[in-house]
């Protein structure tokens, strides 16, 4: 069984930063593209950031870049580290999982296996 869980969400004020873990668990094999979605009542869920299999190949939504950084610090492990959060970065953010069938990231909800949970942000103005 393979289970993935978020935690790191919390309440903060504008231009706070929170780190977000995803941590596989149960046993797995071989390494994983992963992904943080995000997703809000009446609003599809949207990726927010996306990263490969081996950490080597990265992708930011345009609302999020320069802001939120994606990593790996080993293959079945992942972080989202936001800064300058704004009121509108509010949302239950969901981390994803795949076994990959190529090189690259993915960015669609149907493209991922494994989901968590979510955790919650919410940022105060």
């Known amino acids: 069984q393979v289970r993935l869980e978020e935690s790191g969400g919390g309440l903060v004020q504008a231009g706070d930063s929170l780190r977000l873990s995803c941590e596989v668990i149960?046993?797995?094999?071989?390494?994983?593209?992963m992904g943080w979605f995000r997703q809000v009542p009446g609003k599809e869920r949207e990726c927010v950031a996306a990263?490969?299999?081996?950490?080597?190949?990265t992708y930011y939504a345009d609302s999020v870049k320069d802001r939120f950084t994606i990593a790996k610090d080993h293959a079945k492990n992942m972080y989202l580290q936001m800064d300058s959060l704004k009121p509108e970065d509010t949302a239950v953010y969901y981390c994803?999982?795949?076994?990959?069938?190529?090189?690259?990231?993915?960015?669609?909800?149907?493209?991922?296996?494994?989901w968590g949970q979510g955790t919650r942000v919410t940022v105060s103005s």
């Open positions: 990263i490969n299999w081996n950490g080597g190949s």
């Open positions: 149960g046993e797995a094999f071989g390494a994983y593209a």
């Open positions: 994803a999982a795949v076994p990959p069938r190529q090189g690259s990231y993915y960015t669609q909800v149907d493209e991922y296996r494994y």
